[in-house]
C-alpha cells in the first residue's frame, strides 16, 4: 500500500455507507449497499456471452458508472458491435445505431424546418434521428468524413447537436477498425491492414476516456474459442429470441453501485493521487508519448473509476495498483493510431510511477527514481549515501537499459575504475562491469584482415586518428586508444565509432574518473 505524507493511505480499506442514489437512465432511485463484501467475481461480458474479454468487465462498467464516452479498437469480426448491443439491451435503453461511414447529418438531427417569423430551425424527428436517444453508438468512426466527425465533437463530449441539449442521452460509444500505418509493410498480410480506417483527428480522440483495443482470435484462450464456436448462446432463449430484460445481468444496479463508491474514493485518493498522475504523465511524455492537460484530468478520473468497478465485481478482491495499470492501459489515445503502445512499455510507465508515488517526498529513493537518467541515478545515489547494495541495483539497472554493446563497454570502464576503491558492490553488478571494462582495460593481442568494405573504412578512418592523437601520453588518452581499438572490428559494425568514443569521454568526465586519480 503506498506510503504518504497524509495519514490516509490509497487502497481498497475505503469504505462508503449504503446511499440512495439516482438511476443512470430512469430517474427512480436505488437504494444500493456500497461496501465492498468478498465476494465471487462477476463478469459482465461473459454474462452477455462475449468471449475472452473478461479484463475489460471493470472498464466497462467504470464508463457506464460513470457515462463517460468509451472508443473500442480492434479487427472486424472481434465482437465491438454484439457488446454494444447486448449492453443497450440489457440496460433496457433505446439506442441508436449509426454506421459512420455512411451517416449523413440529416440521418442524426432529422429534417430541418425553417421557424417561422425568425432565422431558427426546428428538427423533424424520424425514426433514426438522435432525439429521444439514451444510447448512442458510431461504428466505423474512423472511416467517417472529417465534416461529419467534427459534428460529433459536442456529441459526444457535451451531449450536444446543432447546440441542443440531449437531455435523455446518457452512453455515448464508438468502435473502429485500426488505422493503417502511411508505409504498410508490403510483405504483411493485406487482412492485417485496414486502408479505408484513418487515424482519428488527435482532438476527437482525446474525447474518449476510455480507449479500448479488443481481443482478436489470437489473444483467447482455448476455452474462449470453444465456447465463442459453440451453437449455445446463453443471452439468447432457443429460436435466438432475445431475453426479456429482468433477466439480464443487474447492469444498472452495478452500475449505480460503482457511482456511489466514487466519490468517496475521490476524497480519500486525492493527495496520492493527483501525485501518482502528474509522474504518469511527466514518464509518459518521456517515452514519447505525450498526454493533454484533459487527459491527465481524464486519467485520475478513470483511476477512480475503475478501481470503484472493481469493487463492485470483485469485492475485497480489487487493488488499487491493477485498477490504476487497467486504467491506464485502456485509457491513452495512442491506442487508436497506426502505431499503438505497446502494452509492456505502458505496464513500466505504471510500475515506476507507482513506486514513486508510494514514497515519502522526502526519501532518498523517490529522488534517485524520479531521475529520468540511470547514470545520474548512480551519481545521485553516491552524493545521497546510498550503501553498495543500493548502488550495485542501480548499476546493474544501467547496464541492462542501455541495448548498444559498445556504449555498455563504455559505461562499465567508467564505473570500474570510479568505483573499484570505493565500493564493495554486489557480485551481480562486479561481474558484468569487470566482464565488459576488461576488453578496454586488459592487454591482449589480435590478428584482424580487413577486408573491402566497412571494416577496411573503419580501419582507416581509426589509423588515421590513432597518427593524430599519437602525441598524447596521458591516462586518458590512453584509455581512449584502447576504447576505440578494442571495439574493432565487430562493435564498430554496429555503432559509429566516433560517436561512441564522445559518449566515451561524456561518462568518464561524469563520474570524474581521472579528476579523482589526479586529486
Known sequence: MPRKKSSKSPG??????????????????????????????FSITRALNIQGWGHLDAVLLAAL????????????????????????????LSMRHYNASLLNYDDLV??????????????????????????VFFDEISRCRPDLQNKM??????????????????????????????????????????????????????????VVPVPDWKQLTKDDRRRLVSWRDEFLNPGTRPQPVEAMPPLLEMANRCAALIPDLEQDLDEWLSD???????????????????????????????????????????????????????GLPQSATEVPPSEPNVVAVHKQAWEIASLME????????????????????EEL?????????????????????????????????????????????????????????QPRAMNVTAGPGVDMNNWKAIGGWLSDHEQNKGEQAL?????????????????NWRESLDRFRQDLALFGVFEEQQS
Open 276 to 330: 501518482y498522475i502528474v509522474l504518469v504523465i511527466d514518464l509518459l511524455d518521456k517515452a514519447q508519448l505525450p498526454q493533454s492537460p484533459r487527459r491527465a484530468n481524464m486519467l485520475a478520473r478513470s483511476v477512480v473509476a475503475v478501481h470503484a468497478a472493481r469493487m463492485v465485481l470483485e469485492g475485497d478482491d480489487a487493488d488499487l495498483e491493477t485498477s490504476a495499470e487497467i486504467a491506464l492501459l485502456f
Open 362 to 381: 522526502d526519501d532518498g529513493w523517490r529522488q534517485i527514481l524520479e531521475e529520468s537518467d540511470s547514470l545520474r541515478r548512480i551519481l545521485l545515489a
Open 153 to 210: 465533437f459536442p456529441i459526444i463530449h457535451e451531449r450536444r447537436v446543432a447546440g441542443i441539449l440531449l437531455e435523455k442521452l446518457r452512453f455515448r460509444w464508438s468502435a473502429m477498425n485500426p488505422p493503417a500505418p502511411d508505409e504498410p509493410d508490403a510483405n504483411a498480410p493485406t487482412a492485417n491492414y485496414y486502408l479505408g480506417s484513418e487515424p482519428l483527428d488527435p482532438a476527437l480522440a482525446d474525447r474518449f476516456p476510455y
Open 479 to 495: 584509455l581512449e586508444r584502447n576504447f576505440v581499438l578494442s571495439g574493432y572490428p565487430d562493435l564498430w559494425r554496429k555503432d
Open 110 to 135: 432529422g429534417i430541418p424546418i425553417p421557424e417561422e417569423g425568425n432565422d431558427s430551425l426546428r428538427f423533424i424527428a424520424t425514426p433514426d434521428s438522435i432525439w429521444g436517444a439514451e444510447f
Open 12 to 41: 481498497k480499506e475505503s469504505k462508503t455507507p449504503a446511499v440512495a442514489t439516482e438511476s443512470l437512465v430512469n430517474g427512480t432511485h436505488l437504494m444500493v449497499d456500497t461496501v465492498p463484501t468478498a465476494v465471487a467475481p
Open 65 to 92: 458508472a460513470t457515462q463517460a464516452p468509451l472508443l473500442l479498437v480492434g479487427p472486424h469480426g472481434t465482437g465491438k458491435s454484439l457488446l454494444i448491443e447486448r449492453l443497450a439491451r440489457a440496460l433496457g
Open 385 to 441: 549515501g546510498f550503501d553498495d547494495t543500493s548502488v550495485s541495483r542501480l548499476i546493474t539497472q544501467a547496464l541492462g537499459a542501455e541495448s548498444s554493446e559498445a556504449r555498455r563497454v563504455g559505461i562499465a570502464t567508467a564505473l570500474f575504475l570510479a568505483f573499484r576503491a570505493t565500493r564493495r558492490l554486489a557480485p551481480s553488478a562486479w561481474e558484468p562491469l569487470v566482464q565488459l571494462a576488461g576488453r578496454v582495460l
